[in-house]
């Protein structure tokens, strides 16, 4: 069966520096790929999406990579703010309209 | 942007009884909408895909007859869980979307506590 693994370790960063999260995912390469922000008891709000035929995507701050090759993105935050303190989770889609969820990184943005 | 309310937010319920949770798409139409569970310090597991107008799908090992869903409409899905035990307590969330290339919007959440 397919595995999503993303670092259950906390990573703590200081304000003003860049974070990199890590999801790397077993088996078949999903046909989009996507990143969520979650904060405590609250759902998913979705931040980028990345097809299997794109590189690298952007958005303000954010940037997500995807190597298929090595079947793992990377999702980095520059300029990191306290704001950014969350857990941030990958996503996988697979087939029509399902998809699948890595179990998260919590990030910590130290003032 | 896609809104998608859920409601509600947190439920506490006795043993044995059921609890029925809604989840609506507010500014668009979705002919198919997800049901999770989500425990503490766990990943989102996707519980079945509801489906307007025709049966749910399950994911395997997700009771069909314990949690109920109907999509009755573009708008509405619900997810009724039946003679709810304390094993039942999670946290449960429900998404849509208005096309691949949008990502998924997902509910705040459902905080059910059985006692």
């Known amino acids: 069966s397919q595995k999503i693994e993303q670092n259950s370790e906390a990573l703590n960063i200081q304000e003003g520096k860049t974070a990199t999260l890590t999801c790397n995912y077993t088996n078949y390469s999903p046909a989009y790929l996507q990143w969520y922000r979650q904060d405590p008891g609250r759902g998913p709000v979705f931040l980028l999406l990345?097809?299997?035929?794109?590189k690298e995507k952007r958005k303000e701050r954010l940037k997500v990579t995807f190597d298929t090759t090595l079947k793992q993105s990377l999702f980095h935050i520059t300029a990191s703010q306290p704001a950014d303190s969350a857990t941030y989770l990958c996503?996988?889609?697979?087939?029509?309209?399902?998809?699948?969820f890595g179990s998260g990184t919590k990030l910590n943005v130290k003032p | 942007g896609a809104v998608v309310s859920q409601h509600p937010s947190w439920v506490i319920c006795k043993s044995g009884t059921s609890v029925k949770i809604e989840c609506r798409s507010l500014d668009f139409q979705a002919t198919t909408m997800f049901w999770y569970r989500q425990f503490p310090k766990q990943s989102l597991m996707l519980m079945a895909t509801s489906n307007e107008g025709s049966k749910a799908t399950y994911e395997q090992g997700v009771e069909k007859d314990k949690f109920l869903i109907n999509h009755a409409s573009l708008t509405l899905s619900t997810l009724t869980v039946t003679s709810a035990h304390p094993e039942d307590s999670s946290f449960y969330i429900c998404?849509?979307?208005?096309?691949?290339?949008?990502?998924?919007?997902f509910g705040s959440g459902t905080r059910l506590t059985v006692v």
């Open positions: 996503a996988l889609l697979y087939n029509f309209n399902k998809f699948y």
């Open positions: 990345i097809r299997e035929n794109e």
């Open positions: 998404s849509a979307t208005q096309g691949s290339d949008y990502g998924y919007t």
